[in-house]
T-cell receptor
């Protein structure tokens, strides 16, 4: 079974631009979560999507948004990029059983550099 | 591409020795804990998990110990190999938090041949 895939793997943008990152979960997984990883803050939760609905949201500004499609693929968008948004953006998927704490499997990440 | 911080605590061990990586968690309501391994340029890879109704769980060459009294988690790797060199993260989750994982800062494990 293929793992979580993320595209693109690397991106360079300039301040003020916006960016969209894509994530395809493991086949059969319906929940997708996004995390930001930086040297200063470590790994931080952004949001989780299940059945096209945002289930949970971390403490990030409204410039960070996401969505999920009917095939469980997810995208996240960052508008008005700032230098501090430079990070590795990780997507994780799980099966999504209700009320279950399940292992989350991570993709390779998208490395975003904001200049 | 480096994906982790420059000032991580580092554990350096000799190949073949056992490694112990420690983690303190903060939320007493956390009831599910996971260890991930992250190699350079890759996403975190699941190693082992443990629920709060257990204090020990063993996998292949790895053991996780949970001490809820002092909110401490440890990962033991037996017969450490060069391929074990990576950054190791503990993550905690509480049922009330949905599936939001809270990660520790990470420990870099370096295995000397």
């Amino acid at each position: 079974k293929a793992g979580v895939t993320q595209t693109p793997r690397y991106l360079i943008k300039t301040r003020g631009q916006q960016v969209t990152l894509s994530c395809s979960p493991i086949s059969g997984h319906r929940s997708v979560s996004w995390y930001q990883q930086t040297p200063g803050q470590g790994l931080q939760f952004l949001f989780e999507y299940f059945s096209e609905t945002q289930r949970n949201k971390g403490n990030f500004p409204g410039r960070f948004s996401g969505r999920q499609f009917s095939n469980s693929r997810s995208e996240m968008n960052v508008s008005t990029l700032e230098l501090g948004d430079s990070a590795l953006y990780l997507c994780a998927s799980r099966i999504g059983l209700a009320g279950a704490q399940e292992t989350q499997y991570f993709g390779p990440g998208t490395r975003l550099l904001v200049l | 591409g480096e994906s982790v911080g420059l000032h991580l605590p580092t554990l350096s061990v000799q190949e073949g020795d056992n490694s112990i990586i420690n983690c303190a968690y903060s939320n007493s309501a956390s009831d599910y804990f996971i260890w991930y391994k992250q190699e350079s340029g890759k996403g975190p890879q699941f190693i082992i998990d443990i629920r709060s109704n257990m204090d020990k769980r063993q996998g292949q060459r790895v053991t996780v110990l949970l001490n809820k009294t002092v909110k401490h988690l440890s990962l033991q790797i037996a017969a450490t190999q060069p391929g074990d060199s990576a950054v190791y993260f503990c993550a905690e989750n509480s049922y009330n938090a949905g599936n939001m994982l809270t990660f520790g800062g990470g420990t870099r494990l370096m295995v000397k041949p």
